[in-house]
C-alpha cells in the first residue's frame, strides 16, 4: 500500500471495471481507515494487474472491513516489457530488496533460481509477491511483476525457449559493456542473469557462454554486489530496449 | 573491511607504498586476527585511497592491536570519473543505501543537501563515510567516494562551478530519457542530482532549468524511489560518460 504523489494507490485482487464494486481486506481496511483516516467518499487508485487503473471512492467503512465503489477510470492497463530479472537469493534483506528494484525498474517477472554456489536459504514467494505489489502501488505501475517459485538454473536452462535472448551478467570481465552489446541486439522476449555473491561455477559459466541465446556483457570495471548489478542490468536493458527511450519500444 | 574473490580488502589511513607497515587500529585488528582467523604471515591487499593497491602481510599479531607490512604492488591507483551524486537524505535505512550504491557505482564526491521538502533528519557523515568505504573495499576500487558535509540546495547552487554539468533528474517527466539526452552531452566533470521522496519544490525545479549548465533527464515512465533513481542515473551516466565503455571516458 502507497502513496504516489499524494494519491494513494492500492493493489486489489477483484475485478475491475466502471461499476465495479471491491471488498477490502483487513490489512487493507486498517490500512486506509486507521493509518491514512479515509473515510466515506475519500477516493483511492485501485489496480489489479490485469484491467488498467480506476479511481474509487470508500463507500462504506468498517472496523478491519469496508468498501470501495469505481467512480473513473484511471490510466488505462500497461503491457510490460518482456524482461525478466533471474537471479540467486543472497540474505534476506538483500534479497527483498531486489525484488523491490526489479518490480520498480519494470521487470515483468522475477525468477529466483538456484546456482551451485548459491546458499540457498528459504525463499518465500508469497513474501516476496507483496514486495512486488508494494513496489508496483509505489511506482505507478498498472501491473504487478510476476514472481515465479525458484528453481535450480540447470532446470531452467534445460527448458530454456531459444527466442528469449539472456543477458548474463559475466564477472569474467571478457565480455562487452552492457550497454554497447544491448544497442547492436535484437528487440523481443529478454532475461538478465545476475548470479550469486559467490559467482558463477565454471560450468555453469561454459554452459551460458556455449548457448547461442545469450549475451555476455559486462557492467563496469568494479565488482557490483548482486543487488546492484540488478539495479545496473535492468536500467541499461529499459534505457536500450525497454520503455524507457520516448519513442517506446519493447 | 570486505572480502572480494576470496581476497581481503582492508581500507587504511597511512601512506603506503614498497616498504610500508601500517599498524591496524584495534576494529582491523579484530576483524583479520578474531573474525577472518588471519595469522603471521597470511596476506591481504590495502588500499588508503591514495597510493593504489598493495599486498600486505601479516607482521604482528596482538589482541585487537597488529601490523601489516608491503610486501609487493597491487593494482594501481585509479582516478575517479570526475561525477558527484547530489541526493536529498532519506529514511536512516535508504540514505545509508544510497552512499553504498552510490560508491559501488563509482562516483567521486557524495553530497547531501537538503531541499525545500527534505525531511532533514540529523546526518552522520562519519557513518555515511563508513558506508562507502566499505563498499570501495567490497567493489575492488583504489578509491574511496568523498563524502562531503551537508548543504542547503540553495547555497550549493549559489557557489556552483559552470564548467560542472548538472543531470537533473526531473519527475515532471517531460525531459529527454537520460541515456539519449547524455549521449548528446560533452564529457568533463559532472553531478547528478536527486531529489526527495516528495520531489523538488516549483522555485527550485524553476531554478535547476533556467541555468545553462544543467540537464534535466527523465528515468523511464515509474516513479523510482529516491535511491532506485540514484543507482539508475549513476548507471546512465557510467555507461555513457564514464568508465564502463571499454574505451574507458570520463
Same mark, same amino acid.
Not at 481507515?33 to 491514512?36: D, G, L, N, R, T
Not at 551451485?116 to 540457498?120: C, D, E, L
Given at each position: 500500500m502507497a502513496e504516489v504523489e499524494g494519491k494513494i494507490r492500492l493493489f486489489v485482487e477483484a475485478p475491475l471495471g466502471p461499476d465495479a464494486t471491491v471488498a477490502l481486506d483487513p490489512a487493507q481496511a486498517h490500512y486506509l $481507515?486507521?493509518?491514512?483516516r479515509l473515510g466515506q467518499g475519500d477516493r483511492v487508485a485501485i489496480f489489479n494487474g490485469r484491467d488498467g487503473e480506476w479511481l474509487a471512492e470508500v463507500a462504506s467503512v468498517g472496523k478491519r472491513i469496508g468498501t470501495l465503489a469505481v467512480v473513473a477510470a484511471g490510466q488505462p492497463q500497461r503491457v510490460p516489457p518482456d524482461v525478466w530479472l533471474i537471479f540467486a537469493p543472497i540474505k534476506k534483506a538483500r534479497t527483498d530488496f531486489i525484488v523491490e528494484k526489479a518490480a520498480e525498474l519494470g521487470a515483468a517477472r522475477i525468477q529466483p533460481v538456484f546456482t551451485? $554456489?548459491?546458499?540457498?536459504e528459504r525463499l518465500r514467494p508469497e513474501r516476496l509477491r507483496a514486495h512486488a505489489i508494494e513496489a508496483a502501488e509505489q511506482c505507478g505501475e498498472t501491473y504487478v511483476a510476476d514472481v515465479a517459485e525458484p528453481v535450480k538454473l540447470a532446470a531452467l536452462l534445460d527448458g530454456w525457449d531459444p527466442a528469449r535472448r539472456l543477458m548474463f551478467c559475466d564477472e569474467g570481465r571478457t565480455a562487452r559493456p552492457a550497454a554497447e552489446a544491448l544497442a547492436d541486439a535484437p528487440r523481443g522476449p529478454w532475461a538478465i542473469l545476475i548470479g550469486p555473491e559467490g559467482g558463477f561455477a565454471p560450468e555453469e559459466v561454459a554452459r551460458l557462454r556455449a548457448m547461442p541465446w545469450v549475451l555476455p556483457v559486462t557492467l563496469g570495471p568494479r565488482v557490483l554486489r548482486a543487488d546492484t548489478a540488478v539495479c545496473a542490468a535492468l536500467t541499461i536493458w529499459q534505457a536500450t530496449l525497454g520503455d524507457w527511450p520516448a519513442e517506446g519500444g519493447g
Open positions: $481507515f486507521a493509518v491514512m551451485r $554456489f548459491t546458499n540457498s
